[in-house]
């Protein structure tokens, strides 16, 4: 469950979230549109933890979310805009690294300097078994060696969807994750995103396309910050 309670996000002088709260329970995904500018990108950042509320809280699953690598170890999930790839990185190495990152912490945390060699393999083989999966989902099974700087835009888009489902969330917040997609690449990625809520995620969708806000379980826009329903959840 994404709880959030009146939160507001303030850039200096620009308030780019105004006092939103909302909730969107696990198996449900939500739709938020509104103008460039309207603060949907802030929204699921400050969910992300990865910029600071300035007042109101955001919990997922019972965890208060103060800041993106508590957030991101807890399962909170940001596809962002733009991707986010590292462009001279292959496909594939760029699924690896949060997955990675996420086992390096797991180790740190428990306290165990490395696993056993049986179970360092295990491991490995898991994540290899995620990635590829993940890549065949997006229709880019072949294009896992690629660099990022070799791939078209939607394959980029796709690329980093595959990133976003592999770590297997429990909150994926999706930020205009289709807006270069052709349309069956766009249903495909949205069906993905169902998949995920099925599973039992809380799906945030940010978008521009009707279509999108239309699938959605629920859609509000927003609008200079605030946020309104067009349909609930
Ligand atoms: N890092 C930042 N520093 C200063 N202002 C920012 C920053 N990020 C966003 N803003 C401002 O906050 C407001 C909300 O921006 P945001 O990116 O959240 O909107 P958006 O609805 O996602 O827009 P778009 O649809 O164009 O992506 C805008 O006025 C934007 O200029």
């Given at each position: 469950m994404i709880t959030v309670t009146n939160l507001s996000v303030a850039y200096g002088e620009v308030l780019?979230?105004?006092?939103v709260s909302l909730r969107v329970p696990p198996g449900c995904v939500l739709a938020v549109s509104g103008p460039s500018g309207a603060g949907k990108s802030s929204l699921l950042w400050a969910i992300a933890g990865a910029v600071r509320a300035s007042s109101g809280t955001v919990e997922v699953d019972g965890l208060t979310i103060t800041d993106r690598p508590a957030a991101a170890a807890h399962g909170v999930v940001l596809i962002p805009q733009g991707n986010g790839?590292?462009?001279?990185?292959t496909a594939r190495e760029n699924l690896s690294m949060p997955l990675l990152a996420d086992r390096a912490l797991t180790a740190v945390l428990a306290r165990r300097d490395e696993d056993d060699d049986e179970e360092r393999e295990h491991t490995l083989d898991t994540i290899d078994g995620t990635i590829e999966k993940a890549l065949k989902d997006v229709g880019l099974e072949d294009s896992g060696?690629?660099?990022?700087?070799?791939?078209s835009g939607g394959e980029q888009q796709r690329v980093a969807v595959a990133r976003g489902l592999a770590q297997q969330g429990r909150a994926i917040l999706a930020d205009?994750?289709?807006?270069?997609?052709d349309s069956t690449n766009r249903e495909r990625v949205l069906e993905l995103l169902r998949r995920e809520a099925d599973r039992g995620a809380a799906v945030i969708i940010a978008t521009h396309d009707p279509n999108v806000a239309a699938g959605a379980d629920g859609h509000a826009t927003m609008d200079e910050g605030r946020l309104s329903w067009e349909r609930r959840l």
């Open positions: 780019a979230v105004a006092d790839l590292a462009r001279v990185l060696d690629h660099l990022v700087e070799e791939l205009e994750s289709t807006s270069e997609l």
